[in-house]
């Protein structure tokens, strides 16, 4: 706990020192303070987890640095830069690992435009690794790109690694997107692509196809068809998650649609400053306010729209239901998640969040959290 709790406080006290320096000075200073009541017995689930960030400003460049710690360990320190020199915007970044330690990577970049045409070099060192890529590209009413990259990957060595040409074009009814590449062995392959071609009986729909030639074990053409679809606005605050029902596309498959598959619904509204939101979703992923929580299908929430509900405090209260059928709750409650802030202070401000497990009665995380601008 001695070595956690020096850790923390040169967190602070680099946090207060760079909080003094705010005239030429920018950054945030973000803690959370996690308890996790299921972990066992006192300290066992005490996590302490710290980010600083600073920026310092002077003319056309920024100069900034991200330190992260987490449960007393420092786990990353990051320096960045961007600017403008002359034509050339430049950026660059270098990352360590401290806790390891090892250096992760140094990546530096510049483009420049010249009568219309845009020169990049994008330079990234890692362990045991170096790679530089070369881009030029033109835009107009054809667009051109180029990007050649030398590296190290296997089989290549740092005096070519491969050359990508991309070539977008109008022709006929529509935009074609062309890819030419070369690897280390030569030929890779070449393709031709559209999207957003709109039927005009059919506005809800569009298609998109692209045409592949490449060498593999044998020289191969692949024919690839896709759809979208777009029904507009439904109405009010209301999300429809719908997609195709299809089967091939691909190579003497033909392209069957059969219907469309609606796998949920999301609804909201504002009252007093106040937002609720529900969704029923039944397809894989987790969108809207159930993302992160892929276990369950339905979830509602309250939480504050802006000021002038409850001037500086702000919260959110969101429950989910389960999925298994066996639930024994009522409702099949079985999620609970809520947070809370308070600005203290222009610069300041405290928050508490809190998540339930009510199928498994735990209470699973209590934080506690603070963070400060300059």
Same mark, same amino acid.
């Given at each position: ?188 392959? /070449? ?5 957003? &071609?709109? *039927?005009?009986?059919?506005?809800? #729909? !569009?298609? +998109? $196809? ?122 099949? /409650? ?5 947070? &809370?802030? *308070?600005?203290?202070?222009?610069? #300041? !401000?405290? +928050? $508490? ?22």
């Amino acid at each position: 706990m001695s070595r956690r709790a020096w850790i923390v406080g040169l967190a602070i006290a680099a946090g207060l020192c760079t909080m003094g320096l705010a005239e030429t000075l920018g950054g945030t200073w973000d803690t959370d303070i996690i308890l996790d009541l299921t972990a066992g017995p006192w300290p066992a689930g005490v996590n302490i987890n710290t980010e600083i960030t600073v920026e310092y400003t002077i003319g056309d460049w920024t100069f900034g640095s991200e330190t992260d710690i987490e449960d007393g360990v420092w786990t990353n320190q990051d320096f960045d830069f961007a600017g403008v020199l002359g034509a050339y915007t430049i950026s660059g970044d270098l990352e360590f690992e401290p806790d390891t330690p090892a250096f992760t990577e140094f990546q530096v970049g510049a483009d420049v435009n010249i009568a219309g045409v845009t020169l990049g070099a994008d330079f990234t060192l890692v362990p045991n690794g170096t790679q530089l890529v070369l881009t030029a590209a033109v835009a107009a009413d054809v667009i051109v790109d180029v990007t050649v990259t030398l590296g190290d990957k296997t089989d290549c060595d740092f005096d070519f690694e491969g050359l990508r040409i991309g070539v977008e074009f109008p022709f006929c009814c529509a935009n074609i997107v062309s890819k030419l590449a070369f690897d280390c062995d030569g030929f890779d392959y /070449v393709q031709f692509c559209f999207d957003g &071609l709109i *039927i005009e009986n059919l506005p809800w #729909l !569009t298609l +998109g $196809m692209c045409v592949k030639f490449e060498q593999a074990q044998s020289y191969s053409k692949v024919v690839t068809f896709d759809t979208d679809i777009d029904l507009g606005i439904v109405g009010c605050d209301f999300d429809l998650y719908y997609r195709l029902d299809e089967e091939g596309g691909t190579n003497y498959d033909p392209l069957n649609l059969k219907g469309f598959i609606f796998e949920g619904i999301q609804i909201g509204c504002e009252i007093g400053g106040v937002q609720f939101t529900g969704i029923t979703y039944w397809g894989a992923g987790a969108p809207g306010i159930l993302a992160g929580y892929p276990d369950y299908w339905e979830a509602y929430q309250i939480a504050t729209a802006d000021d002038g509900c409850c001037g500086p405090f702000s919260f959110d209260v969101t429950v989910f239901f389960a999925e298994d059928p066996g639930a024994t709750k009522l409702f099949d /409650v079985a999620y609970f998640v809520a947070n &809370l802030e *308070i600005q203290a202070a222009s610069q #300041l !401000t405290f +928050g $508490m969040s809190l998540e339930t497990d009510v199928q498994a009665g735990t209470v699973n995380q209590l934080t506690f959290s603070f963070d400060v601008e300059w």
